[in-house]
């Protein structure tokens, strides 16, 4: 069964920086876009940024200059590095595999399961 598997998050004071990670756990052939979300209370979940399998970027004005996302192709693996938090970047923050073909070769859209980041003095 295919997977994303998060890590990193946490307390953070405001100015801080954080890095978030997501591998892929299970056999997949393949994966387009993988990108970052985040949902705050009582909010919409929103886009953070993607990275296409070639390494194009796009990022959500909000965290422009502040965030970095990266993916190592080899590892099934995207990064976020969050730089300058503030304490609107408070939310849970889900990675997003698009296009996966898993070993079925079934095309899908796969989520992780959260985690928090607060950022708080």
């Known amino acids: 069964q295919v997977q994303l598997v998060q890590s990193g998050g946490g307390l953070v004071q405001p100015g801080g920086s954080l890095r978030l990670s997501c591998a892929v756990s299970?056999?997949?052939?393949?994966?387009?876009?993988m990108g970052w979300y985040r949902q705050a209370p009582g909010k919409q979940r929103e886009l953070v940024a993607t990275?296409?399998?070639?390494?194009?970027?796009k990022y959500a004005d909000s965290v422009k200059g502040r965030f970095t996302i990266s993916r190592d192709n080899n590892k099934n693996t995207v990064y976020l590095q969050m730089n300058s938090l503030k304490g609107e970047d408070t939310a849970v923050y889900y990675c997003?595999?698009?296009?996966?073909?898993?070993?079925?070769?079934?095309?899908?859209?796969?989520w992780g399961q959260g985690t928090l980041v607060t950022v708080s003095s």
């Open positions: 990275a296409s399998r070639g390494g194009s970027t």
């Open positions: 997003n595999a698009d296009r996966l073909v898993d070993l079925n070769y079934r095309n899908r859209n796969v």
């Open positions: 299970g056999g997949i052939y393949s994966i387009g876009d």
